[in-house]
């Protein structure tokens, strides 16, 4: 099954609780949560106290896309009953392994980001562990950046090691996907698919929610 994650970066902050619940009520699956500390990337979002006032004014599950250092330090504030997925980046976690293994101890799962110039290698020995791989489509840090084509090539070789290997994570994309491009992407094998400007900059937020679905 392939879900739509509208990312609440992209939502208008003064209507929150409205917009979530014009995606829930439109069908989305799950709540993607970007959160940004100016040091890892060359923005600050928010924290984990935006992400909980939703807690229990939707039924839709967080998962939850750490773009910072020191991921750690900050796992248990996003765990929640609705936290289904926390992902951190390769590129952020020096002992991955523990930090995911850290994730998965706070009976969340977890998940592992990367950013377009980084190798499908560096997680040859962390693919049997993870719960979720996210290819990064666009340079992390801003929303409505344009869609990085070769990425492409990296889902469908990503999607070839997990049915090689028999591997149980599923393959989420981020950055850049429209209606023009988001077929493309679970062609090549996204199960997971997070969508921003595209989802909350559009005139009407439920007919956009629709429109993707009808191409899943």
């Known amino acids: ?9 992209s939502a208008d902050f003064s209507q929150l609780g409205k917009e979530t619940e014009l995606i829930e009520k439109a069908g989305a699956h799950v709540i993607h949560v970007d959160v940004m500390d100016g040091h890892f ?4 979002s928010y924290g984990a106290t935006v992400m909980k006032s939703l807690c229990g004014k939707t039924k839709l599950p ?7 250092e020191n ?13 289904e997925y926390i992902t951190v980046h390769q590129e952020a976690c020096p002992h991955l392994h523990r930090t995911v293994q850290h994730i998965k101890s706070l009976g969340v799962k977890a998940g592992v ?14 693919l049997e562990e993870a719960d979720l791989i ?8 801003f929303g409505g950046q344009k869609f990085i084509p070769s990425a492409l090539r990296k889902v469908e070789a990503l999607k070839a090691l997990k049915m090689q290997n028999d591997h149980d994570f599923i393959i989420e994309i981020d950055g850049g ?21 595209s989802v909350f900059g559009a005139p009407d937020i439920e007919k956009r929610v629709g429109e993707f679905l ?3």
């Open 134 to 141: 996210l290819i990064m489509s666009v340079n992390p840090g």
């Open 177 to 197: 996907i429209n209606l023009d491009n988001v077929r493309s992407v679970t062609d090549a094998g996204v199960e997971l698919v997070v969508a921003g400007s």
């Open 113 to 126: 980001a990367l950013n377009p110039a980084t190798s499908l290698s560096s997680l040859d020995y962390i």
């Open 71 to 83: 991921p750690d330090k900050y796992l248990e504030d996003f765990v929640t009953d609705q936290t």
């Open 41 to 44: 990337v060359p923005n600050i």
């Open 1 to 9: 099954m392939i879900r739509l994650a509208p990312s609440i970066l």
């Open 214 to 216: 009808k191409l899943f």
């Open 62 to 68: 967080f998962d939850v896309h750490l773009m910072i």
